[in-house]
């Protein structure tokens, strides 16, 4: 295993772990959730780049570089919603207000 591979695989362990620590604190809001969906987007994406990295033909690390285009398209998303949620009284009431503008931010990267 090289270098790029163990920094990989420890980032993709420190993200999932990280978000596992979240889950289990109590009591569950919006916005622990949506960082615990982009803790688990950043280790989907760390462990599709270590698919990549170890890959041997260039069929199987294309096949990982598409996959790794979800959770680095969605991944802005959900950490904009986080933010903007975080430490407001009533972050969904706030995030109404934003909802359109999100949504349409998770769909630019999926046109063609």
Not at 3 to 12: Q, R, S, T, V
Not at 39 to 54: D, K, P
Not at 70 to 84: I, N, W
Request: hydrophobic share 60%.
């Amino acid at each position: 295993m090289s270098i790029a591979e163990l920094m990989n695989l420890l980032a993709a362990s420190a993200a999932l772990a990280f978000g596992a620590g979240v889950a289990i604190r109590r009591p569950q809001h919006l916005p622990q959730w949506l960082l615990l969906a982009g803790m688990v987007l950043l280790g989907a994406e760390e462990l599709c780049q270590l698919g990549s990295l170890s890959s041997a033909a260039m069929s199987d690390m294309l096949f990982w570089q598409r996959v790794s285009f979800f959770p680095v398209s969605v991944l802005p998303v959900v950490l904009l919603a986080f933010s903007l949620s975080y430490a407001r009284g009533t972050p969904v009431v706030f995030l109404k207000r934003w909802a359109v503008l999100l949504l349409l931010l998770a769909l630019v990267p999926l046109a063609p």
